[in-house]
Every structure is written in C-alpha cells, then in structure tokens.
C-alpha cells in the first residue's frame, strides 16, 4: 500500500548537487543509524543530528537543509509545533515524521503540521531513503558499494 501524501508533498527545490537532510531524534542508535544510511547515498549530504528540537528552526535555516527527518517522540519544544514552525520559516525545507507510532491519527496530526509524509521507524531502513527522495522530489540515485 502506497503511503497517502497531504498537500504538503511538493518538490523543494534542488540548490545544491547533494541533498541536504538534517535529522533529530534522541536515540543514539536510531542517529548512528541515521548518519551510516545518509552517508552510504552519493546524492546526499548528512548535516548532522539533532537529539531535541530546541532551535531546530535556526539550524534548519543555518544549515540550509533541504529535508528534517523528525523524531515525534522528542525532549524540546513538540515536535508537532516544530514541523509547523520549520514548514512556516524555512518553507524550502521538506519535514518527514519519522515515527514508532505510526497509526492513522499520527499520520494525520503530523501532515496536518506540514510533515510532508510519515515513516515508520518499524520499517526498512531504506524506507527513510526512499522517503527523503520522494520529499525532495529527486530521482532515486544508485548507493555507493
């Protein structure tokens, strides 16, 4: 089953060679996971990970981040008022939801809060790839050997 796109999902645009994806969650293993996946892909750019979302937005801004891979189980400010915060400020950048509670009503808040799409920390790793591509509205590149 194709996972449903709000009215979020639209291209960003590509300013630079390499996608620029910045993440937060404060699992130190889903973020060695995270770093290891982003650094594997040739088209992408790992601008670091964030464990809360205090000041997300002025990293997002800073770093010139393209897609926020965010963890909605985080310490900080919600992390549904930062998707709205990041989606308003820096509305170049594209907001996945990167979830364990990935049910029909989370999916629906997180969308409703600008996330462009949600995936499931229950699912592929390479799922989170694929998402990030589809977000940014990029061609799926082959990964490095």
């Known amino acids: 089953m194709q996972p449903q796109r709000s009215q979020n999902h639209r291209p960003a645009p590509t300013s630079s060679p390499?996608?620029?994806v910045l993440c937060v969650d404060d699992s130190p293993d889903i973020a060695r996971m995270l770093s290891r996946l982003l650094r594997d892909q040739d088209d992408m750019?790992?601008?670091?990970v964030l464990s809360n979302t205090d000041g997300v937005v002025d990293v997002v801004a800073q770093k010139k981040?393209?897609?926020?891979?965010?963890?909605?189980?985080i310490p900080g400010p919600p992390p549904l008022q930062a998707i709205e915060a990041v989606t308003r400020a820096v509305p170049?950048?594209?907001v996945l939801a990167y979830t364990g509670?990935?049910?029909?009503g989370t999916r629906?808040?997180?969308q409703a809060a600008g996330a462009c799409d949600l995936v499931s920390?229950?699912?592929d790793p390479d799922d989170i790839i694929h998402a990030i591509r589809r977000a940014s509205g990029r061609t799926p590149v082959p990964r490095r050997a």
């Open 65 to 73: 981040a393209e897609v926020l891979v965010l963890d909605l189980s």
């Open 121 to 123: 920390k229950r699912g």
């Open 92 to 94: 170049t950048c594209r």
């Open 18 to 20: 390499r996608l620029r």
């Open 101 to 104: 509670h990935d049910d029909p």
């Open 45 to 48: 750019e790992n601008l670091g």
């Open 108 to 110: 629906v808040q997180a």
